[in-house]
């Protein structure tokens, strides 16, 4: 089995990667699919600045403009912020606490493939008579309304989707728990892992709601069911409650393991412990805890009264607590630091202000009574893009600098990054700033166009000139990855110097079986630990011996592939009498797949000790 | 728990101590099986004898109910013993959701 080190035909490595359980294949896998997703959301909000760049476009017609405004929404969150965080979940955390891969690895390769399927079913919905075009937020007034397959394949692809990011949070709270390195207590995981915990666990409690609601629009719209429908006694507002019990955790799912890639940031260029790292974790968890108290601020206007509107608000505004100590100890850690201004530490330096502008303008809108005001103007707008770009994106930008060398083996060209950086920060804050005084001026969000003459012109056009920076600053970074990838010049274990997780105490990237030994960790930041002691490497808490390695395994796509034929079925048993043989079918091919998996044993192999210690000759070190 | 010794493999464990703690464990089921068996004989009698009204009998129910989970998770399932506290920490945390939820329900929407 030991084949890692020749070289591959192409369709040896597709493969490969088809069948992969390996977590930073995997990872790799989430990266490529979560990037393309975002170019794809990333083109679809250029027609959406186009259309308004100035008054009366015609750029777009108007239900055009609702689908590729709904696509837009929904592909930013489910299909690429979230799988690329996935991504650097699954490429980082498993090294960080010193484990040879997360607890399942056929889940993990299962919920990539639920993923892809479900959002490339999504999609398809632009060759299949119309996308989606009732927002991201799918309302079910208006969705049960509209007409043809789009809300279908909103609610098919988003439940298939939604399996897969179950069972990718389970994954990784289990792997948490259970596989940390000897030494490696609760009280010592980098922040970046806390995090990832945290959100797996929101993952865990948000999901259900999701599912239940998508599972009601789906019978409403494809099964003759009436949950949200007021004339026969069923209940519109129950769906927005479900939403949004989902919906304000899965804002945290995004910004927590964004901290945590932030945190990670700082502590390295700054060359220091992070400040107040036991407060840091606190902070996380009790973000974690009042996010599911919160959600009804989404819904002030609704009619909750003012008794409930009150809770709620208080609640909102509570949880800028814990978020404001976040904000100071990055401060700290970064005060009396030998700060390296970094292409990922410049993201950080600047995800701070702009971060907590969202976070300003967030605590405005928790005032219920203010809200009546903002509320579903453009001033929503530029909130959320300042916490979901300003932090979210962000993130992930410093976190492909930061971590393309543990993922990839090779260092993205600094000064090309930092033109990304520049170009994306300016015309972030040149469309989104603007947004804020639009919207007070009262300009209403989801509008495919407006009108001249209403002091609406200039802002406008300003925003869609910050668009277009960002995906200049979008290219500069593809251009980046194409010349690094052709130049591949390999880098070390620790490339930029400074690591002080576990992960930098590896080669980049990693063997397929991470650590030859377990690492003994003896405090936080391990590796720092070591290298302060004169070590190059980290201290091994067990002899040398056979590693355990689970096999390749091609079922979890054939499960997936299984869900989203039978999709297909669901939502044209309707008006085809071929949707039901359809639906069984792929039916059929996902149970069949789940049932050869429970009855054929794999017990996966070993890698035999003679190998491993074959490999340090060769100066593989592990 | 990775680094923690498992403590079947340890030759010097102590098997008077085992004995007597099995024994004690022992018992605690029994009686919670017991009381168990008396609290559902409860429900049925709550329903079947004597005529209380269903705003009554639905929330005796319901405690009942709770009542058994939480026997059958501490006595049966040994949530109790040590090196549940992830287990506890989840459990909690879901029925903490789970209730709010129940309350908003119940309050803002439907009544
Ligand atoms: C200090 C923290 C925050 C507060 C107090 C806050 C508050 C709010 C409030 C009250 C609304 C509803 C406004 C309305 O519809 O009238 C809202 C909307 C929104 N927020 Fe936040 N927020 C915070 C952080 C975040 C974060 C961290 C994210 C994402 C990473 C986020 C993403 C969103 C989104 C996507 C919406 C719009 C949802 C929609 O209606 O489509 N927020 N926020
Ligand atoms: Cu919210």
Redesign the pocket.
């Known amino acids: 089995m030991s084949t890692y080190a020749q070289k591959k035909g192409v369709g040896a490595v597709i493969w490969d990667y088809l069948t992969t359980v390996d977590h930073k294949k995997i990872a790799i896998l989430y990266l490529i699919a979560g990037g393309f997703f975002f170019l794809l959301g990333g083109l679809e909000a250029m027609f959406i600045r186009i259309q308004l760049a100035i008054p009366n476009n015609n750029f777009v017609s108007a239900g055009l403009y609702n689908e590729i405004l709904t696509m837009h929404?929904t592909t930013m969150i489910f299909l690429a912020a979230m799988p690329l965080l996935f991504a650097f979940m699954n490429a980082v955390m498993p090294l960080q606490i010193g484990a040879r891969d997360v607890a399942f690895p056929f889940l993990n390769s299962l919920g990539f493939w639920l993923f892809f399927f479900g959002g490339i079913f999504l999609n398809l919905s632009w060759f299949l008579g119309g996308a989606p075009d009732a927002?991201?937020?799918s309302y079910a007034s208006l969705s049960l309304a509209s007409e043809g397959h789009g809300i279908d394949f909103y609610a098919l692809g988003l439940q298939i989707a939604g399996f897969g990011t179950l069972i990718g949070g389970i994954n990784f709270l289990v792997t948490i728990i259970n596989m940390r390195a000897p030494g490696m207590t609760y009280m010592r995981m980098p922040l970046f892992t806390w995090s990832t915990f945290v959100a797996s666990a929101l993952i865990l409690f948000a999901f259900p709601p999701l599912t239940i609601g998508v599972f009601f629009l789906t019978f409403d719209r494809m099964f003759g069911a009436n949950f949200f429908d007021h004339t026969m006694g069923g209940n519109t507002i129950i769906w927005e409650h479900l939403f949004w019990i989902f919906?304000h955790p899965e804002?945290?799912i995004?910004?927590l393991p964004s901290f945590g890639i932030f945190s990670e940031i700082f502590a390295t260029f700054s060359r220091k412990r992070l400040f107040g790292y036991s407060s840091m974790v606190f902070a996380t968890v009790l973000i974690g805890f009042l996010g599911f108290m919160v959600w009804a601020?989404?819904m002030?206007?609704t009619g909750l009264g003012p008794i409930a509107n009150a809770i709620f608000a208080v609640a909102?505004?509570a949880?800028?607590v814990p978020?404001g100590i976040k904000i100071f100890n990055w401060i700290f850690t970064m005060w009396g630091g030998s700060i390296k201004f970094t292409t990922p530490m410049l993201y950080a330096v600047a995800f701070i202000p702009s971060f907590v502008m969202?976070?300003v303008t967030?605590?405005m809108?928790?005032a219920a009574a203010a809200?009546y005001q903002?509320?579903?103007t453009y001033f929503?707008v530029a909130?959320?893009h300042y916490?979901?770009v300003g932090?979210?994106v962000f993130a992930l930008l410093a976190g492909t600098h930061f971590y393309w060398p543990k993922m990839f083996g090779t260092m993205l060209n600094e000064l090309l990054g930092k033109i990304t950086f520049w170009l994306f920060l300016i015309g972030f804050h040149l469309t989104f700033f603007i947004q804020h005084f639009l919207g007070l001026i009262g300009m209403p969000r989801r509008i495919f166009t407006f009108l001249p003459g209403q002091g609406l012109e200039t802002g406008n056009l300003i925003s869609t000139i910050g668009a277009f920076l960002m995906a200049v600053a979008t290219i500069v970074l593809l251009v980046n990855i194409v010349i690094t990838s052709v130049k591949n010049v390999k880098v070390g274990n620790d490339p930029w110097g400074d690591g002080r997780t576990l992960e930098w105490a590896l080669p980049s990237p990693p063997p397929f079986y991470n650590f030859k030994q377990l690492p003994l960790v003896r405090g936080l930041d391990p590796y720092w630990i070591e290298k302060m002691n004169g070590n190059k490497e980290m201290t091994p808490a067990e002899p040398i011996g056979d590693i355990h390695m689970p096999n390749n395994s091609f079922i979890p796509f054939m499960i997936s592939l299984g869900l989203f034929i039978a999709a297909f079925g669901v939502m044209y048993r309707v008006d085809h009498a071929w949707g039901l043989p359809v639906l069984i079918a792929g039916l059929a091919i996902t149970f069949g797949s789940m049932m050869v998996r429970s009855i054929k044993d794999d017990h996966g192999y070993h890698i035999h000790k003679e190998d491993l210690l074959e490999d340090e000759d060769k100066g593989v070190k592990a | 728990m990775a680094n923690q010794q498992p403590t079947t493999g340890n030759p010097r464990v102590d098997i008077e101590y085992r004995r007597r703690k099995n024994a004690e464990e022992m018992r605690y089921q029994v009686i919670t099986f017991s009381l168990m068996i008396f609290l559902t004989l409860m429900a049925f009698a709550a329903v079947g004898f004597g005529d209380f009204s269903s705003w009554f009998i639905a929330p005796f129910i319901i405690l009942l109910a709770v009542v058994q989970v939480i026997f059958q998770l501490y006595y049966f399932m040994h949530m109790s013993h040590k090196g549940h506290e992830a287990v506890q920490l989840f459990l909690y945390s879901g029925v903490l959701v789970a209730a709010v939820t129940i309350l908003a329900f119940t309050t803002i929407i439907w009544w």
Do not use: E, N, Q
Request: aromatic share 14%; hydrophobic share 45%.
């Open positions: 929404g927002g991201w937020t919906g804002v945290y995004l910004i601020h989404h002030f206007t909102t505004m949880i800028a978020t969202g976070g967030g605590v809108l928790g809200d903002y509320h579903d929503v909130h959320f916490v979901i932090g979210v």
